[in-house]
């Protein structure tokens, strides 16, 4: 079932950053992702009612607390992403998570990355380069150069590395209480800090009109299935499995990066995600 959960997961992220993607281009990126974690609430607080509340320790809190702040720098930086670079180009990043998260198990865990684990690490090297391979006729080291001129990727290769801290604390938090009860009360508790933020930026109003109500409801619902689906899975399986099947998520991107964008180069974008991908598998399978 968490293969299943993960994969709805990952289906679930990819429509909902395609449909804020799409909003983006005519709202500040700090209204849309409030907007995103407002119109999320319904369906998480009416999950509330078909749970029974734990009891929450020192331990839930801690890794709460210390995870919010964490969440929602990586929720600015994810949406500038969204907003300035396309989505076939910024979303593989995220495939970095899983590399993060072997490096943050052996700090924490003292687990060392197996002889598969560095060829995976390779793969991931080689699938970041793909993405730009067109720009080797330049110079050699053109594709490399070109992740870093690319604000989008930038931005996400730092959310990614931040994802692999909230991923492990939000893990700590559902072992000290329950998926679905976690997955609603964080992001209600995301939602209250992050809208002053968004106030600040807005210069204190944060308007929804009519025509902006139908597009952000539908960001904000399949977000907060979405969120569902995440907490189940990865209450089932190490956090590593479950962010590996999650992060297919880069594919459906890169599909919906040209369906609804029309984003060009997608064969060598896919080929360098897909690459990227295996690598990502082979790490979290050697393990």
Known sequence: MWILFALLTAVLLATS?????????????????????????????????????????NTFW?????????????????????????LSVSMPFLALTPLFLIAISFVVLGEKVSPGGSIGILLMAIGSYTLNIHKIRQAIFEPFKAIFREK???????VAFIFSFTASLGK???????????????????????????????????????????????IGITYSIMILFHMLAISMVNVAYMISVKRT???????????????????????????????????????
Do not use: Q
Not at 173 to 179: G, L, V
């Open 172 to 218: 700590m938090a559902i072992e000290h209480s329950s998926p679905v009860f976690f997955g609603s009360i964080y992001f209600v508790l995301l939602t209250l800090m992050f809208t002053p933020i968004a106030l600040i930026k807005n210069k204190g109003s944060l308007t929804i009109t009519r025509k902006d109500f139908g597009p952000l409801a539908a």
């Open 17 to 57: 950053d395609a449909l804020t993607k799409r909003a983006l281009s005519s709202r500040d990126e700090y209204f849309v992702a409030w907007a995103r974690l407002l119109f999320s609430l319904p369906v998480l607080l009416s999950s509330l009612m078909f749970v029974e509340i734990p009891p929450l320790d």
């Open 249 to 287: 998520s880069l594919l459906f991107s890169i599909l919906y990066g040209h369906l609804l964008f029309r984003e060009e180069k997608i064969a060598e974008k896919a080929v360098g995600s897909i690459i990227m991908f295996a690598g990502f598998l082979l790490i979290v399978l050697s393990r």
């Open 62 to 86: 801690l890794a709460t607390l210390c995870a919010l702040p964490l969440e929602i720098t990586a929720i600015i930086l994810y949406t500038k992403a969204l907003k300035v670079s396309p």
């Open 152 to 158: 989008g990727s930038v931005m996400m290769i730092i």
